[in-house]
């Protein structure tokens, strides 16, 4: 009877004993809760060029058909992006020196207006220019109209057209040529009177002459994308031959805030480069976190080295900062599991 007693005491200690280490492991912060993980790629291959625009706890994910269609999808989650059904907010009509080869479609909110930039012609790539959409409404799924081309009195080759507002002014940046042949692809800037029309002469700000920007003829610099940190403004662009597993990331940075002096702006680079399954990582986008607290790259790369164009894959991962400068890492290996941005809301 006493053995039997005693063994009670023994087990309800115990179990008191359990629920108090509980208690105190969960008041003490030490609680461990299961974090939601995501994988890379967030949209499969063929798949490139992604923009990602983040406004009103919304990310809006903004790509073509490679054709004339333009699509634009909407989540609160950034890996996402590619779960809901996209809209299709423009068709090219047939016929016009922008009915073909729709490329990188960029959307931007500008005045209190959405904007959709993107590259086209008729049939025949010497003919690129860059052409705007303005919505009609202040839903970026809305309607657009077609508001022309956007471009300098040279009317050169120009693709990969994006927008940097600084000190009250717009400017337009993008990649062309210096002729009218396809000897290499420059980054230009110029000033703009609005968010559809140049009104400033087209300057140089870089052009491709390092080495890690040199793989692959002709030689490219492309997809330049506006990132800012404190007075800092960077020019995060894409280099090297996108058709090579060496294309990556360089940068442009300017401190002193003179964007049409080409002096004012530092190259550096690569920063972001090939891994294994990550080959040819570029032309990306930036957001927040859902709670602002994190800062993330989007971009496309390839599985394999010889992917090629169809090879290109939609990835995202978290990137952090030293001195005003990103430092991106090293691209995330497919497959790994990455935590979801901070304060992503649960899955419905």
Not at 96 to 117: D, G, R
Not at 217 to 227: D, K, T
Not at 241 to 247: A, F, I, L, M, N
């Amino acid at each position: 009877m006493k053995k039997s007693r005693m063994l009670i005491f023994i087990l309800i200690f115990a179990v008191l004993l359990t629920a108090a280490i509980t208690l105190i492991y969960h008041f003490a912060g030490g609680k461990k809760e299961m974090k939601e993980t995501f994988t890379n790629p967030i949209r499969s291959a063929p798949s490139a060029d992604p923009w990602v625009i983040q406004k009103d706890g919304y990310y809006y994910y903004c790509y073509s058909n490679g054709n004339n269609k333009i699509f634009v999808t909407k989540t609160k989650r950034l890996q996402d992006i590619d779960v809901d059904t996209p809209v299709n907010v423009w068709t090219s009509p047939l016929g016009k020196e922008y009915s073909k080869e729709t490329w990188a479609p960029e959307l931007h909110f500008i005045n209190n207006k959405w904007y959709i930039y993107f590259a086209a012609d008729g049939g025949k790539n010497e003919n690129h220019r860059m052409y705007v959409l303005e919505s009609k409404t202040e839903d970026p799924q809305g309607e657009y109209i077609f508001k022309g081309k956007v471009g300098d009195d040279t009317n050169k080759w120009a693709i990969d057209g994006t927008v940097l507002e600084n000190k009250g002014k717009l400017y337009f940046i993008w990649s062309g040529w210096d002729g009218d042949t396809n000897v290499s692809q420059n980054l230009y800037i110029a000033e703009m009177s609005n968010p559809y029309t140049i009104s400033g002469k087209r300057i140089l700000l870089s052009k491709p002459e390092e080495p890690w920007e040199t793989i692959g003829q002709p030689y490219i610099n492309e997809g330049p994308e506006i990132l800012k940190k404190g007075n800092t403004i960077h020019i995060v662009y894409s280099a090297s031959g996108s058709w090579t597993e060496d294309y990556c990331l360089g940068l442009l940075t300017n401190t002193d805030g003179d964007v049409l002096n080409p002096s004012s702006w530092k190259k550096s680079g690569p920063v972001f480069s090939k891994t294994e399954t990550a080959y040819a990582p570029g032309h990306a986008s930036f957001v927040k976190s859902p709670d602002g607290s994190e800062d993330w790259i989007i971009y496309h790369a390839c599985e394999a080295a010889n992917g090629g164009w169809d090879g290109r894959s939609v990835r995202t991962q978290k990137f952090t900062w030293e001195n005003n400068y990103p430092k991106f890492g090293k691209p995330t290996n497919l497959e790994k599991p990455i935590e979801v941005p901070s304060g992503t809301p649960k899955q419905d």
